[in-house]
C-alpha cells in the first residue's frame, strides 16, 4: 500500500469511527433518561469517547501520511483544508469534552464534522504542486492556527444549538421555532451536497462546454452534474447531454452556480422526504436529545468555547496571516476578501464577546449569536473560497 | 462632590453602587436587584455618574459598551460590502478609460451604482476610516473610565464584608454552626484554598480568599494593544515611515534603487519555472487530463550594491557589494530596513535587433549591427567605410499620425527606427523606414536596405521596495494584544468570603468573573474539605426550575395524602 493510499485509508477509517461514535453518544445522551442507571450512560459515554478519540488519532494519521506525501501541510487546496478543518472540529470537540463531560456535544459537534469532511471529500483530492505564493512555512502555520481558532469556535455553536432546541418552546409557532429548524434544513442541504455530487460522479457524468471569460477569451469547461446554467455565451460541445436552462454573465461561475443549485433542490426534496416520513420538525425529533443537558451548563461552554478559540483564531488569522501577507505580498494587510472576511469573524466574536458583558444577553441571545457565528465561518469555508475569489482562493 | 454614607459609616464617592468598605448596596436600582452587580465591583464609574456638560455627554457616548458594539457591527457590515465586488486596487484597467467604466462594463448597472457609491474603493473612504478612529477612541475612553475605578477597588478591597454583599452573590451558603465549629471551618478553608494556590487573608470573623487578579487586566492589555496597532498604522501616513516603489530591472542592467537612496541593484537573470509533468504526483491525479502548466518559481537573481555616502547620486562608479542573493517569492531581500520582493515579471522583452545593411541588387552584405533597444546609440560604423544613422527611434511603434510614427510607451515592444544609410555608393545617404514586417522609402527607392537579422532578448523582473517602520510598532501592538487576550481569556479572577455572624451562622459566596464550573470545582473541593455549609448557583435557572417542578410535586402528594 502505497503511503497516499495507506492516508486515505486512515481518513476512511476516521470517518467510520466518528459514525459509530455519534451513536454511542446517542445512547450516552438517552441511557441515563430511560430509567436505566446513570452509569450506564457513563459507560456509552466512555466508550463514546474512546471510539472518538480513536478516529481522531486515525484522523491524525491522515494528516501526517499525506504531509510526508505531498512534501508540505496537507491544507493546500480545498479538499485538504475542508478535511482538516472537520479534523480540527473534532479536536475541540475533544478538548471541550476533557473539561465538561458533557456527551450531548458529542451527538452534535460529531454530525457536524462528519458533514464537514464528507463536504470535503467531494473535491479534487489529487495532491497539487505548489505555486510559488503558497511556498512559505508562515502560510501553513497561519491556515492550521486560523482552522484550529474557527474550530473551536464552531464548538461554541453546538453549545448553543444544544441550549437552543433545550430552552425553545418547539410546540408554539414562533420565529425561534422556525428558525432553528432552518438550521436543521442547512445542515439537510449540505447533505443534499453531498449527495449530488456523490451520484454524478459514480454515474460518471461528464460535459464539456466552450466559452467565453471575462477577459474575451474561449475556454472551455467540464460539467459534472447536467447544466442548469451555462457559462457566458457557453456551447455544449459533448452529445446527447443536457443542455443549460440558461447562460449567466462572464462574472459569474456557472458551474459552481449550477452545483449550488443541484444541492439545493436535492437537499430540499430530501427535507422534504424525512418530513413527510417522520411527520414533525427535525427540531422537534432532535428535542429529546437535548432536553438533558443543563441550559447553565451549556450557556457557559457556549462563552467559553469563544474565550478559548478567539485569541487562537487572532493569532491564527490575523496575526500570522499578517506576518506571511508581509512576506509574500510585501504588505501585511490588502483588503483582499478572504482577509476581509477573516476581520469580519474576528469583528464578529469581539462583538459577541462584548454583548455577554451586558445584562440580558446571556441564554438564548448569546446562544444564537454562536450559530451566527458558525454560519460566518462556514461562509468563509464556502462561499468566500469558491465564490468570491481572492489571493487565497484554492478552488480556482 | 456629593458623597454616599454607607450603613457601616464609609463615605463613598458619588456613583458608588456597592459600599466599598462592606460592599452593601447603596442605590435604590443595586437594592432592588436580587444578585450583586459585580462587574466593576459596584465602584463610581464616570460615564454612570456624570452627565450634565457636554465632555460628559461625548465621554459617555464612547465609553458606553452598547455603543462600541454598535461602532464594530457597523465596520463589519461595512467590511462586508466590500467583497461584493472586487475593490479597485484588484481591477485591471487597462483595456478601459476609467475604473467607472471598467465597473460598468464587467458588473453592469449595479457594478456602476456599486462604483458610484464609491464602494468600490470602501477601506480608503473617509467615513471608514473615521469608524475606525471612532472604534479606537471608544477603546480607549471605555478602558479608562472603568479600568481606573476597578484598580482602585481591587487594590484596597477589605476581607470583611456584609452579609448583604455576601448574599447577594451569585454563589450562597449560609449555615448554622457553632463558634468552634465556624473557627474550625476557617482553618481548614483557608489550609485548602492555599493549597489550590489562593491567597488567603483573615480578619476578625471574616475571611477572604483570592486567586487570578491580574485575569482581570486582560482586556485592558488587549485595548492597550489594539491602540498600539492603530497608532502604528497611522503613522504610516507620516512622510519617511512607509516607502512602496515598483521597479522594473531588466537582466544585465543595473539600477538606482528607488526610495533606497544610494543604493543601485544588478539583475543578473530572471527565471521562471513550470512544473514538470513527473512532478505533479501523476499516480494520484484523478483527473487524468493534461495538467495545465503550474507555475513552480519565479526568481531574480540579483546583487545589491552601495554608492560610497559621498557618491554624486547617479554615479556608479565606486560601488561596493553589499549582498547577492535571488529574490523569490515568499523570500524578499531584506537590508537595513528595506526588503525587496519578486512581484512581477516580463518574459523575453526585445534586448538587441541585428540587422545586416545589404546592396538590395546583389544581396551582399557590407557588414551587421547590433542595436540595443534600450540604449540605441546614434550611429553605427559598418565595415570600413559606411555608417548607418539612428535618425529616429519608435520603441513602441503604434502607426502613424499625421504622416508622423508614433509610439505607445517607452517599452521595446514594437521597435520602427528612421535610419540613414550612408556608403561609399551613397555618401549624401539614403533614408528608410523599418519597422517589424514593413519598410517604407518615403524618399524614394533606395539602393541599400537594412535587413533583419535576428533579435535578442531578455526578461524583466518587476520587483517591489518596501521600507516600513511601522512594523515594529505594529508587532508590539499583536504582541501586546496577545498578552492580554490570553490573560483575560484563559485565567479568571476567583474569590471566596467566609463571615462567621453574632447569631451563630456561618455565610459563604463566591464570585468570579469568567469560568463558573471551575470555580463550582475549587469550591466543591474546600466544601467538602472544611465542611462548609452546601452552597447553591442562584442564577441557575434549570435549578431553579427543577425545585420549583418539585415543589408542587411535593404539594400534590401532600395533597393526595389528604
Ligand atoms: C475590535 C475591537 C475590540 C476588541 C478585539 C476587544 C476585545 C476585548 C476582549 C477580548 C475583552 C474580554 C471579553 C471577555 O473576557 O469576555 C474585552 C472586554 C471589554 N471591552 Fe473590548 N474590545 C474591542 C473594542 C472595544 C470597544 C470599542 C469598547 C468600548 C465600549 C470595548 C470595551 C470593553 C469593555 C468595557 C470590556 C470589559 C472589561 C472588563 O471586563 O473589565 N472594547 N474587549
Known amino acids: 500500500m502505497s503511503l497516499i493510499d495507506l492516508s486515505g485509508n486512515l481518513l476512511f477509517v476516521a470517518f467510520v469511527a466518528y459514525l459509530i461514535a455519534t451513536l454511542l453518544f446517542g445512547g450516552a445522551v438517552k441511557g441515563g433518561s430511560k430509567g436505566e442507571s446513570a452509569d450506564a450512560g457513563k459507560k456509552w459515554g466512555s466508550l463514546a469517547i474512546i471510539i472518538t478519540l480513536v478516529g481522531f488519532i486515525a484522523n491524525l494519521g491522515y494528516f501526517i501520511t499525506r504531509w510526508v506525501y505531498a512534501g508540505h501541510a496537507p491544507v493546500s487546496n480545498m479538499f485538504e483544508f475542508t478535511t482538516a478543518f472537520g479534523m480540527f472540529v473534532v479536536g475541540a470537540f475533544i478538548l471541550i469534552y476533557f473539561i465538561y463531560k458533557v456527551p450531548a456535544l458529542g451527538l452534535f459537534a460529531l454530525p457536524i464534522a462528519i458533514i464537514i469532511i464528507a463536504y470535503a471529500s467531494m473535491f479534487p483530492r489529487e495532491v497539487n504542486p505548489l505555486i510559488p505564493a503558497l511556498k512559505s512555512y508562515w502560510l501553513y502555520i497561519h491556515v492550521i492556527t486560523a482552522a484550529i481558532g474557527e474550530s473551536i469556535l464552531a464548538i461554541s455553536a453546538v453549545a448553543g444549538l444544544i441550549y437552543l432546541l433545550k430552552n425553545i418552546d418547539l410546540t408554539k409557532r414562533s420565529k425561534e421555532s422556525f428558525w432553528i429548524e432552518v438550521v436543521m434544513y442547512a445542515l439537510i442541504l449540505v447533505l443534499g451536497f453531498v449527495a449530488v455530487t456523490t451520484t454524478f460522479n459514480v454515474t460518471g457524468y461528464e460535459a464539456e462546454f466552450s466559452y467565453i471569460d471575462k477577459d474575451g477569451n474561449t475556454k472551455e469547461i467540464t460539467y459534472n452534474t447536467p447544466a442548469l446554467f451555462g457559462m457566458h455565451q457557453s456551447e455544449l460541445l459533448t452529445a446527447d447531454k443536457m443542455e443549460p436552462i440558461a447562460n449567466v454573465p462572464a462574472i459569474v461561475n456557472a458551474k459552481k452556480l449550477t452545483t449550488v443549485v443541484w444541492s439545493i433542490l436535492i437537499g430540499t426534496v430530501l427535507y422534504g422526504i424525512i418530513r413527510l416520513i417522520i411527520r414533525k420538525p427535525i427540531a422537534v425529533i432532535m428535542q429529546p436529545f437535548a432536553k438533558r443537558a443543563n441550559s447553565q451548563l451549556m450557556d457557559e461552554i457556549g462563552y467559553r468555547s469563544v474565550l478559548i478559540g478567539f485569541p487562537v483564531f487572532t493569532l491564527g488569522a490575523l496575526i500570522f496571516a499578517m506576518i506571511w501577507a508581509q512576506e509574500a505580498w510585501s504588505r501585511f494587510w490588502g483588503w483582499d476578501p478572504k482577509e476581509v472576511w477573516a476581520l469580519i469573524t474576528w469583528l464578529f466574536y469581539a462583538a459577541f464577546l462584548h454583548l455577554r458583558l451586558s445584562k440580558g444577553w446571556q441564554g438564548k441571545k448569546s446562544a444564537w449569536l454562536a450559530v451566527i457565528g458558525f454560519v460566518i465561518i462556514m461562509f468563509n469555508l464556502v462561499a468566500v473560497n469558491l465564490i468570491i475569489a481572492g489571493l487565497h482562493s484554492y478552488a480556482g | 462632590m456629593k458623597k454616599i454614607i454607607c450603613e457601616c459609616g464609609h463615605e463613598n464617592p458619588e456613583g458608588t453602587t456597592l459600599c466599598e468598605k462592606c460592599g452593601s448596596p447603596l442605590t435604590e436600582e443595586e437594592k432592588s436587584k436580587k444578585l450583586a452587580d459585580m462587574r466593576y465591583e459596584g465602584t463610581a464609574i464616570r460615564s454612570k455618574t456624570y452627565n450634565k456638560t457636554i465632555i460628559d455627554k461625548i465621554w459617555n457616548f464612547f465609553s458606553s459598551v452598547k455603543v462600541g458594539v454598535a461602532i464594530i457591527i457597523i465596520t463589519l457590515v461595512a467590511a462586508g460590502i466590500g467583497t461584493f465586488l472586487p475593490q479597485v486596487i484588484y481591477v485591471s484597467l487597462t483595456e478601459y478609460q476609467d475604473a467607472a467604466a471598467a465597473y460598468k462594463a464587467a458588473y453592469g448597472t449595479f457594478g456602476s451604482i456599486y462604483y458610484k457609491l464609491g464602494l468600490a474603493d470602501i477601506y480608503s473612504s473617509w467615513w471608514f476610516q473615521t469608524?475606525?478612529?471612532?472604534?479606537?477612541?471608544?477603546?480607549?475612553?471605555?478602558?479608562?473610565?472603568?479600568?481606573?475605578?476597578?484598580?482602585?477597588?481591587?487594590?484596597?478591597?477589605?476581607?470583611?464584608?456584609?452579609?448583604?454583599?455576601?448574599?447577594?452573590?451569585?454563589?450562597?451558603?449560609?449555615?448554622?454552626?457553632?463558634?468552634?465549629?465556624?473557627?474550625?471551618?476557617?482553618?481548614?478553608?483557608?489550609?485548602?484554598?492555599?493549597?489550590?494556590?489562593?491567597?488567603?487573608?483573615?480578619?476578625?470573623?471574616?475571611?477572604?480568599?483570592?486567586?487570578?487578579?491580574?485575569?482581570?487586566?486582560?482586556?485592558?492589555?488587549?485595548?492597550?494593544?489594539?491602540?498600539?496597532?492603530?497608532?502604528?498604522?497611522?503613522?504610516?501616513?507620516?512622510?519617511?515611515?512607509?516607502?512602496?516603489?515598483?521597479?522594473?530591472?531588466?537582466?544585465?542592467?543595473?539600477?538606482?534603487?528607488?526610495?533606497?537612496?544610494?543604493?543601485?541593484?544588478?539583475?543578473?537573470?530572471?527565471?521562471?519555472?513550470?512544473?514538470?509533468?513527473?512532478?505533479?504526483?501523476?499516480?494520484?491525479?484523478?483527473?487524468?487530463?493534461?495538467?495545465?502548466?503550474?507555475?513552480?518559481?519565479?526568481?531574480?537573481?540579483?546583487?545589491?550594491?552601495?554608492?560610497?555616502?559621498?557618491?554624486?547620486?547617479?554615479?556608479?562608479?565606486?560601488?561596493?557589494?553589499?549582498?547577492?542573493?535571488?529574490?523569490?517569492?515568499?523570500?524578499?531581500?531584506?537590508?537595513?530596513?528595506?526588503?525587496?520582493?519578486?512581484?512581477?515579471?516580463?518574459?523575453?522583452?526585445?534586448?538587441?535587433?541585428?540587422?545586416?545593411?545589404?546592396?538590395?541588387?546583389?544581396?551582399?552584405?557590407?557588414?551587421?549591427?547590433?542595436?540595443?533597444?534600450?540604449?540605441?546609440?546614434?550611429?553605427?560604423?559598418?565595415?570600413?567605410?559606411?555608417?548607418?544613422?539612428?535618425?529616429?527611434?519608435?520603441?513602441?511603434?503604434?502607426?502613424?499620425?499625421?504622416?508622423?510614427?508614433?509610439?505607445?510607451?517607452?517599452?521595446?515592444?514594437?521597435?520602427?527606427?528612421?535610419?540613414?544609410?550612408?556608403?561609399?555608393?551613397?555618401?549624401?545617404?539614403?533614408?528608410?523606414?523599418?519597422?517589424?514586417?514593413?519598410?517604407?522609402?518615403?524618399?524614394?527607392?533606395?539602393?541599400?536596405?537594412?535587413?533583419?537579422?535576428?533579435?535578442?532578448?531578455?526578461?524583466v523582473s518587476g520587483l517591489t521596495v518596501r521600507k516600513d517602520k511601522t512594523l515594529m510598532i505594529l508587532m508590539l501592538g499583536g504582541i501586546v494584544f496577545m498578552l492580554g487576550v490570553t490573560i483575560g481569556s484563559y485565567w479568571s479572577h476567583r474569590r471566596l468570603w467566609l463571615l462567621k455572624t453574632k447569631d451563630g451562622r456561618l455565610l459563604m459566596a463566591s464570585h468570579t468573573n469568567k469560568n463558573w464550573f471551575s470555580m463550582k470545582k475549587d469550591l466543591d473541593a474546600v466544601t467538602e474539605y472544611a465542611h462548609l455549609p452546601v452552597y447553591v448557583d442562584q442564577h441557575d435557572e434549570d435549578q431553579k426550575a427543577e425545585d420549583a417542578e418539585k415543589k408542587s410535586k411535593d404539594k400534590e402528594k401532600e395533597g393526595d395524602n389528604i
Open chain 2, 131 to 459: 469608524l475606525i478612529g471612532m472604534l479606537g477612541i471608544s477603546i480607549i475612553v471605555a478602558s479608562l473610565d472603568r479600568g481606573i475605578p476597578l484598580y482602585k477597588s481591587l487594590k484596597n478591597q477589605r476581607v470583611k464584608r456584609h452579609e448583604n454583599f455576601l448574599k447577594r452573590q451569585r454563589i450562597f451558603a449560609s449555615g448554622e454552626m457553632s463558634a468552634e465549629e465556624a473557627d474550625k471551618a476557617f482553618d481548614l478553608t483557608e489550609a485548602k484554598m492555599k493549597e489550590m494556590k489562593y491567597n488567603v487573608r483573615r480578619e476578625e470573623g471574616a475571611l477572604l480568599a483570592e486567586k487570578g487578579r491580574f485575569a482581570r487586566w486582560g482586556p485592558y492589555i488587549n485595548h492597550v494593544g489594539l491602540i498600539i496597532f492603530l497608532f502604528g498604522v497611522m503613522l504610516r501616513l507620516m512622510p519617511g515611515f512607509y516607502i512602496d516603489k515598483t521597479l522594473w530591472i531588466r537582466e544585465g542592467e543595473t539600477m538606482a534603487i528607488p526610495g533606497m537612496e544610494g543604493f543601485y541593484l544588478e539583475s543578473k537573470k530572471f527565471t521562471f519555472e513550470t512544473y514538470s509533468k513527473d512532478e505533479q504526483k501523476e499516480e494520484f491525479n484523478e483527473s487524468k487530463k493534461a495538467v495545465n502548466a503550474v507555475a513552480k518559481n519565479y526568481q531574480t537573481d540579483v546583487k545589491l550594491f552601495k554608492a560610497p555616502d559621498d557618491a554624486v547620486p547617479g554615479d556608479t562608479s565606486n560601488l561596493t557589494l553589499v549582498k547577492e542573493m535571488p529574490i523569490i517569492v515568499n523570500k524578499p531581500l531584506k537590508y537595513d530596513g528595506y526588503a525587496l520582493y519578486q512581484m512581477d515579471f516580463r518574459l523575453n522583452e526585445l534586448k538587441t535587433m541585428h540587422f545586416d545593411l545589404i546592396d538590395k541588387k546583389s544581396e551582399k552584405s557590407l557588414g551587421s549591427v547590433a542595436i540595443d533597444l534600450t540604449n540605441p546609440e546614434k550611429e553605427y560604423k559598418v565595415g570600413k567605410d559606411s555608417k548607418v544613422v539612428l535618425k529616429k527611434y519608435f520603441p513602441d511603434f503604434a502607426g502613424f499620425e499625421d504622416g508622423e510614427p508614433q509610439t505607445a510607451s517607452p517599452l521595446p515592444n514594437n521597435p520602427a527606427f528612421i535610419f540613414v544609410m550612408y556608403t561609399p555608393e551613397t555618401p549624401k545617404g539614403e533614408t528608410s523606414f523599418v519597422a517589424i514586417k514593413q519598410t517604407l522609402e518615403p524618399l524614394g527607392t533606395t539602393k541599400y536596405k537594412m535587413k533583419f537579422s535576428a533579435v535578442d532578448t531578455r526578461n
